[in-house]
């Protein structure tokens, strides 16, 4: 399983060679690149062009770009409306699909692999009119990403709209076969639960987002770090995932806020990585 680090963890930080640097002495093999503003600007031709410069000189991959769920610097704070495909009114689903357009095109020069896409927010209903509009953001945004040999990895969130069950209905009805799914074990965890999460998305999931919580809220915390009733059962949890055909590649999703001093970070981050061994 492709060990992955997301850069969710810094996202505090302006994403530079030095994180990246941190990321490959923890044991990382590749990363996920959270494509936030003011973490890393993926309209800024400087930015774009110092990972990619890095990239060609290092072994560490670049797995996956996170698909932005802002479009300002501030996510949200200041009042921009979230990133929404799903969105009633068609201006504003033009323009998230625009938003992550311009982060996409980062695979010019940096050789990225997958992007993962939410589908909607975490208050979208479940509806004929939610398959059609996921289906048709799906569609467009695929025929964006193809040339640039990107895949779309749509994520299972907390929403009515992006239940394991849903997700899979979605891409069965749209013969989305091209699609895959990152499945997000913090999500799961509470909603469907991660088993029942694997076994319906089964074959579908090509990344994992490694995650922990208490089962009542999405914390982000390392895995582990969970407890009482409401924490994952991580050994079932990675037994059924290496039972899948493919084993998918784990991508630790840490919060940003529960970040500890640099010193102690690789430490945390080998262990997490550890777990799927």
């Known amino acids: ?75 949200g704070r200041a009042g921009a409306p979230g990133v929404n ?31 993962v896409v939410h589908l909607g927010e975490r208050d979208d209903a479940w509806s004929q009119r939610t398959i059609e509009l996921a289906q048709t953001a799906l569609e467009h945004l695929g ?5 640039l040999g990107v895949r779309l990895l749509v994520e299972n969130l907390l929403s009515e709209a992006t239940t394991p069950e849903h997700l899979v209905t979605i891409l069965e009805m749209g013969h989305l076969d091209n699609v895959g799914v990152c499945l997000d074990l913090g999500h799961a965890n509470i909603t469907v639960g991660t088993a029942a999460a ?11 987002h490694v995650h922990d919580n208490h089962g009542m809220k999405d914390e982000h915390l390392w895995p582990g770090d969970g407890t009482g009733d409401g924490m994952i059962d991580w050994p079932e949890t990675v037994k059924g995932l290496k039972a899948l055909a493919s084993p998918p590649a784990t991508v630790l999703e840490i919060g940003y806020a529960l970040a500890e001093p640099h010193a102690e970070v690789p430490a945390r981050i080998e262990k997490g990585f550890a777990l799927f061994e």
């Open 1 to 75: 399983m492709l060990r992955v680090l997301s850069t969710h963890l810094f996202l505090n930080h302006r994403l530079h060679p030095g994180l990246l640097e941190l990321a490959d002495r923890s044991g990382a093999q590749a990363v996920e690149i959270f494509a936030a503003r003011q973490h890393f600007d993926y309209t800024s031709r400087e930015e774009v062009a110092e990972l990619a410069e890095w990239f060609r000189g290092n072994a560490l991959q670049p797995f996956s770009l996170h698909a932005p769920l802002y479009p300002d610097r501030e996510m």
């Open 85 to 115: 495909v799903l969105h009633p009114e068609k201006s504003r689903r033009i323009d998230a699909m625009d938003e992550i357009k311009r982060a996409l095109e980062c695979a010019e020069h940096i050789p990225l692999r997958n992007v």
């Open 143 to 147: 025929a964006f990403a193809r040339p």
């Open 198 to 208: 694997i076994a319906t998305l089964g074959g579908r999931i090509a990344s994992v």
